[in-house]
């Protein structure tokens, strides 16, 4: 079965309007376009059909913290509170289960290295009973609901209020230190997250079609986007919905727009050590190891468990570190995203592996039609 046929059956079978992906490795590539933009099929999908990239947004400010630090502008084990204020002197609660109000100082400060491995102690456990996590979740919004967050400073003061469920350092939670990432980009490179992601990440990989908002010359390549209902498909973001203006908060956890093809530049510039296709020097090697190597223990791998499925995480990023599925390679690195979409880079076979589909999901249960990609290109 082709990679075409593999995503054909689940179009035809109505769980998908579209999809898109790459299988790139030394024998060759292999691209697939298959369906529609959109429901009513008005416009075939194509090769540079724009998706709502939503979480491989993640690695792509991870990166652009590291090029600070390749910079020399950040150390790993800087106090963030440095540039960021608001979340200098974090509480937090005495036990991960205690209420909001029985507190106690964090042991240390949280550091740049904290940040980038998810373990600040603000994000997503497995238990989203947690009273501090359900503290979190008015500050951190649907990522994919980008026209919700307030400005950036205002989030910050925000998320500052908010107890941590963990002291930094002792776990790994989802998807707030991404978040937070992008906020400490935008502070220590004086610039706006958009602008230092265009200037040392997107520009450098030639990704010319990612970015926070798509504009009005760009929007018959967009897909809309849909989310599961109870009479199929449901339409949650047309083309010209929350992507066709800049969000008061550019979101660093999710919030990039991008084709299948930028996604694969990016993945082969990880893979060639920080080098772009033309030579250029991106990252150092030492930043993109450290983005590729898992830094977490087996008891904060079971905290965020729901998340991780058993394997690890990088910066930015998950690493397989167990071959539970036929498709886990130990050093295997990427994410998915809770709009359909899912990017790998195995070093070990030097392959880039990128699925866009536009029907998002409110669960951490992989979908099947996003297995069989993985199966399809292990």
Same mark, same amino acid.
């Given at each position: 079965m082709s990679l075409r046929d593999t995503l054909q059956k689940h179009v035809d079978a109505g769980a998908l309007p579209g999809a898109v992906a790459v299988v790139a490795g030394p024998g060759g590539t292999e691209v697939a376009a298959v369906g529609s933009a959109d429901v009513e099929g008005t416009r075939p999908m194509t090769e540079d059909s724009l998706f709502r990239i939503a979480s491989l947004t993640k690695p792509i400010t991870a990166a652009a913290v590291l090029a600070l630090v390749d910079d020399g502008r950040l150390a790993l084990d800087d106090p963030i509170g440095r540039w960021l204020p608001e979340l200098a002197d974090p509480k937090v609660v005495r036990t991960p289960a205690s209420p909001v109000d029985d507190l106690v100082p964090a042991k240390r400060p949280i550091t740049v290295s904290d940040l980038l491995t998810s373990q600040a102690g603000w994000g997503f456990a497995s238990d989203f009973s947690l009273p501090a996590m359900q503290a979190l979740f008015p500050v951190q919004l649907d990522g994919r609901e980008v026209q919700h967050f307030p400005e950036t400073d205002v989030w910050v003061a925000r998320l500052g209020e908010v107890p941590l469920v963990y002291q930094p350092g002792e776990s790994w939670l989802y998807d707030t230190c991404s978040a937070v990432q992008g906020v400490l980009a935008a502070r220590v490179s004086g610039s706006s997250l958009p602008e230092f992601l265009e200037e040392r990440i997107l520009a450098p990989l030639g990704m010319a079609d990612t970015g926070f908002v798509v504009g009005a010359d760009r929007r018959d390549r967009f897909t809309s986007f849909y989310k599961a209902g109870p009479d199929g498909l449901e339409l949650a973001d047309a083309p010209d919905g929350q992507w066709s203006t800049m969000p008061a908060m550019p979101l660093g956890s999710g919030g990039l727009a991008g084709t299948v093809g930028d996604w694969v530049a990016f993945g082969r510039m990880l893979l060639a050590e920080g080098t772009a296709a033309d030579g250029k020097r991106v990252l150092t090697p030492e930043a993109v190891r450290l983005m590729t190597t898992d830094h977490t223990t087996a008891a904060q791998r079971e905290i965020g468990a729901l998340f991780l499925e058993g394997q690890g995480w990088g910066m930015g990023g998950s690493v397989d570190v167990a071959a539970l599925d036929p498709w886990n390679v130990p050093g295997r690195?990427?994410?998915?995203?809770?709009?359909?979409?899912?990017?790998?880079?195995? $070093?070990?076979?030097?392959?880039?592996?990128?699925? &866009?589909? =536009?029907?998002?999901?409110?669960? $951490?249960?992989?979908?099947?039609?996003?297995?069989? &990609?993985? =199966?399809?290109?292990a």
């Open positions: 690195y990427g994410w998915v995203g809770g709009t359909g979409t899912s990017a790998h880079v195995v $070093p070990a076979t030097g392959t880039v592996s990128v699925l &866009f589909t =536009q029907v998002g999901a409110d669960s $951490p249960v992989v979908p099947a039609w996003m297995r069989d &990609f993985w =199966q399809y290109s």
